[in-house]
């Protein structure tokens, strides 16, 4: 099953996850699995007031926030996708950008940022790749395989992005 995106007319920032996985596909919710280290990090760096549960995805636009993923065919690793299907994704993001217009576009994993955009060199961080008038942002993957980025790592990077991109800390 296809996640539904959640989307709005000129977004803060638009984060897109690489694919759906097997247990967000099966549920129709985005970052699903127990134990999904994206809501936690997502309200540790001051994104939102709390840590939401996978159910309340719709609210993020209330922050100015947005979610979709640049490949729409799920797997239970990212690592299953070839890179024709991150570049034909990446193509159909870039629409979705285009269209919606967030200030920031901030991608969920390096390694597909590369191979989607065909940047090899790409690292963590703000990009020199505009899309409109929209920054990007590589965020790393939150997946629980992504062992260079414990959840303390990951909460600051996306501290990063929220201070680069202007947003008070919403924590309570």
């Known amino acids: 099953m296809a996640l539904e995106d959640i989307l709005a007319p000129h977004l803060d920032v638009l984060f ?12 129709g919710l985005p970052f699903a699995r127990p134990g999904s280290r994206w809501w936690p990090a997502l309200h540790q760096s001051g994104f939102t007031p709390r840590t939401l549960r996978p159910q309340e995805a719709s609210s993020l636009t209330t922050w100015g926030l947005g979610l979709t993923t640049m490949a ?33 576009l901030a991608i969920l994993g390096v390694t597909a940022f590369r191979a989607g955009y065909r940047q090899p060199g790409a690292v963590v961080g703000e990009q020199s790749l505009l899309i409109g008038a929209t920054r990007v942002w590589v965020l790393p993957n939150p997946s629980g395989l992504n062992a260079h980025f414990p959840p303390v790592a990951l909460a600051r990077e996306f501290t990063r992005l929220r201070v680069a991109a202007d947003l008070p800390d919403r924590r309570v």
């Open 16 to 27: 897109c996850g690489i694919n759906p996985g097997l247990s967000s596909a099966a549920a």
């Open 72 to 104: 729409r065919r799920p797997t239970a690793r990212a690592a299953e996708l070839s890179p024709a299907d991150l570049t034909h994704g990446a193509e159909l993001l870039t629409e979705r950008v285009e269209t919606w217009q967030p200030r920031w």
